[in-house]
């Protein structure tokens, strides 16, 4: 009770500041043509979802990008062949319930969890697509997304900006947490041994300062909610158990919940900059201590 407390004056509290220098999207900027690039299926609607709802609703041209084909996610049950055409299927699904055509779907590929052994060829897959599509505005994961889950999120943001680089484009670039959101006040973190508690504090304090720093950006979605959560039940192998064994993972059993049910507050949140200012930096920020460059 003590700890549910706490979390919900927290949450209030961090919202708060944050609401203080949080601009939000206007319709004018809601029209510009985007690209999505979404590490896996299901990405796309968690981070932004709603963003893309209003983006279509505003006349925006938009498309998604899948860069890993998310086949490991329960491997011990189904095989990678079988879940990837499962996942694929379910991404179209969710795809038009957001308002999209099959033709806005673009899938790359790669393989789970191993996007990183192919960036010198993702790259140049992006720099084709950005050359094709001339989009105003790109959506990738944050920065600081944590690889203790998933380092295909790290490696679509570094492979996208490493593309965007290259081209030296004028692009507005829109960050969206996933990951990084799993840590208190949002939601618990298993805690396993003191080593673990200790990484964890130091892992949430820094959470809630970059979260405070970095986003000033957000999108309205109360709105579209329901549009929003009926999309991210498309991806069924993600939100309903395929197989009846309680170890088949769904996102609902993350945190009790508690990760789900970020992704459906009012305003999706975002970090935001100019390609041409601030590329160059935010391919060498400090990553939890750790400096990643573009030749990561």
Not at 53 to 76: P, T, W
Not at 242 to 252: E, F, G, Q, T
């Amino acid at each position: 009770m003590i700890n549910h407390l706490l979390k919900k004056q927290s949450r209030k509290k961090l919202s708060h500041l944050m609401n203080r220098d949080m601009s939000i999207l206007d319709e004018k900027n809601l029209g510009k043509p985007a690209l999505i690039f979404s590490p896996h299926p299901d990405d796309e609607t968690l981070g932004c979802g709603g963003t893309i709802i209003k983006k279509k609703r505003a006349g925006a041209n938009i498309k998604i990008v899948f860069m890993a084909d998310g086949s490991k996610s329960h491997r011990r049950f189904v095989s990678e062949k079988r879940l990837k055409s499962i996942r694929a299927r379910e991404a179209v699904a969710a795809g038009r319930t957001l308002g999209l055509s099959d033709s806005d779907i673009h899938f790359l590929g790669y393989k789970d969890a191993e996007l990183f052994k192919y960036r010198k060829s993702a790259v140049s897959k992006v720099i084709e697509i950005l050359l094709q599509q001339q989009p105003e505005e790109i959506f990738i994961p944050y920065y600081q997304e944590p690889s203790l889950w998933n380092k295909d999120h790290l490696a679509t943001n570094r492979i996208v900006l490493s593309a965007i680089q290259r081209l030296r484009k004028n692009i507005d670039i829109f960050e969206y947490p996933i990951w990084f959101l799993c840590y208190w006040p949002w939601a618990n973190t298993p805690i396993y041994s003191i080593n673990n508690f200790l990484y964890i504090l130091k892992i949430n304090i820094i959470s809630n300062y970059f979260l405070l720093k970095d986003f000033h950006c957000s999108v309205y979605i109360g709105d579209v909610l329901g549009i929003k959560r009926a999309a991210l039940n498309q991806h069924k192998s993600q939100m309903t158990r395929l197989v009846p064994n309680p170890l088949w993972r769904i996102l609902s059993d993350v945190s009790n919940g508690e990760f789900l049910e970020i992704f459906f507050q009012e305003y999706e949140i975002f970090h935001r900059y100019n390609s041409l200012d601030m590329v160059a930096r935010a391919l060498t920020k400090r990553v939890y201590g750790k400096t990643r460059t573009n030749n990561e």
